[in-house]
Each structure stands twice: as structure tokens, then as C-alpha cells.
């Protein structure tokens, strides 16, 4: 059994930043491994969309949209991956899940709300 607990969501004003937590745990560990993790977003009424993925090896993408004001890393001993999020703007308000692609299948946090007000 996988499963993935994200933490550090909250309210903040425009400008300021959060810093966003996931931790991936396995039960049983029977070979399974950890690949890819990342973040999506949703925000009310719109679908859900990627915010960037980290590779195992450390290599970090990001949507356009967030590029030079987010920043994913991971701690591979820690099964954690994190997303420090700056320069928050309103339309980045939305509800932020972690994601982790095991070798068996891929696992979603529960979501962690972000609220930013102008």
C-alpha cells in the first residue's frame, strides 16, 4: 500500500510564499520504487493542471506560468518532495495536490489548500 500525505498549505497576501510538503510512504515495501513526483493545481471551477515534476535524479520542470517563482525539490531519504512556492499572485489560489509515480501505479495526495489575497 502506497500513500502520499501533503502538508503546508495556507493564506497568505500577494508576494508572499508558501512552502508546500509531501511525503510518499509504502507499507510492505515488496520492491517497489519511487520515480517521478510533482504537483498539480485546481483551482474553483477549472480542471486540474500540472505546476512541474521532479525527476529521481533531481531534474525539475515547471508550467510557464510558474517558472522563476516556484521551485520543486526532493529528499530521496525522506521520500519527500516539496514545492516552494514565491512571489505568490491571487491566481495561483487553488488547491495543490502531490503526485508520486511508483513503479506499481501513481499516487495522489489529498490536496493541500493555497489561498492567495491581493
Known amino acids: 500500500q502506497v500513500q502520499l500525505v501533503d502538508s503546508g498549505g495556507g493564506s497568505v497576501q500577494a508576494g508572499g510564499s508558501l512552502r508546500l510538503s509531501c511525503v510518499a510512504s509504502?507499507?510492505?515495501?515488496?520492491?517497489?520504487?519511487?520515480?517521478?513526483m510533482g504537483w498539480y493545481r485546481q483551482a474553483p471551477g477549472k480542471q486540474r493542471d500540472l505546476v512541474g515534476t521532479i525527476t529521481s535524479g533531481g531534474t525539475a520542470n515547471y508550467v510557464d506560468s510558474v517558472k522563476g517563482r516556484f521551485t520543486i525539490s526532493r529528499d530521496n531519504a525522506k521520500n519527500t518532495v516539496y514545492l516552494q512556492m514565491n512571489s505568490l499572485k491571487p491566481e495561483d489560489t487553488a488547491v495543490y495536490y502531490c503526485y508520486a509515480d511508483f513503479s506499481i501505479s501513481r499516487t495522489w495526495g489529498r490536496g493541500t489548500q493555497v489561498t492567495v489575497s491581493s
Open positions: 509504502v507499507r510492505g515495501n515488496f520492491g517497489i520504487s519511487l520515480n517521478d
